[in-house]
């Protein structure tokens, strides 16, 4: 079946830029994670959706950045004013619930230039 | 989260069992050991995870401590395609990846 899909798959953007990139989980799945990476360092969690409930929002770097999770499927993570410490792959996953284990998606590379 | 720690590299013959430690002394009653693998340049990919019974599937085995302090990974016959860094997790639900061992497979 269809796994996690994640859009655009490369961005480039000027300092300063907002950015907003897309995360299509698998189909039933109620946990959606971000993660993101930085050349040369681990994988870093962001934010994770379960269902109607808050989002744990613990490792979003700065206000900056947010994330919705409409109708409990699709997400949007949102970078406001990009700066080049935001280059990195952003990782989006899911999973079928809390626990379980989690999906990944390509990822979307974003360069702030 | 507990903190986990494993070997930075270790080689395997192909064909042969990798067996890869993880030690998660600091684990919580209700934390899953998680393994995961990253091949370079691709998303993480899930191999396996469990509580406190020892669990297996198509991709490994995974051995828990009867007290949990410490876990063992086995590939049971490696092949080359199976290099890649491996990541063990000791968490509820949000994955905090440390170093994770870098598994090479030779011929």
């Known amino acids: 079946g269809a796994g996690v899909s994640q859009s655009p798959s490369n961005k480039v953007t000027e300092k300063g830029k907002d950015v907003e990139l897309r995360c299509d989980p698998i189909?039933?799945?109620?946990?959606l994670y971000w993660y993101r990476q930085s050349l040369g360092q681990g994988l870093e969690f962001l934010i994770y959706f379960q269902g109607n409930s808050a989002p744990d929002k613990s490792g979003l770097p700065s206000d900056r950045f947010s994330a919705e999770r409409t109708g409990g499927s699709v997400s949007t993570l949102t970078i406001q004013r990009t700066q080049q410490e935001d280059s990195a792959v952003y990782l989006c996953a899911s999973s079928l619930a809390r626990s379980a284990e989690q999906y990944f998606g390509p990822g979307t590379r974003l360069t702030v230039t | 989260d507990a903190k986990t720690t494993q070997p930075t590299s270790m080689d395997c013959a192909e064909g042969r069992a990798a067996n890869l430690p993880c030690n998660h002394s600091t684990i919580s009653g209700n934390e899953y050991v998680y393994w995961y693998r990253q091949i370079h340049s691709q998303g993480p990919q899930y191999i396996i995870h469990?509580?406190?019974n020892n669990e297996t599937n198509e991709m490994a085995s995974l051995i828990i401590t009867e007290d949990r302090k410490s876990s063992t990974l086995i590939l049971p016959h490696a092949t080359l395609r199976d290099t890649a860094v491996y990541y063990c997790?000791?968490?509820?639900?949000?994955?905090?990846f440390g170093a994770g061992t870098r598994l090479a497979v030779h011929p």
């Open positions: 997790i000791a968490a509820l639900y949000k994955l905090i």
């Open positions: 469990g509580l406190k």
């Open positions: 189909s039933g799945h109620t946990a």
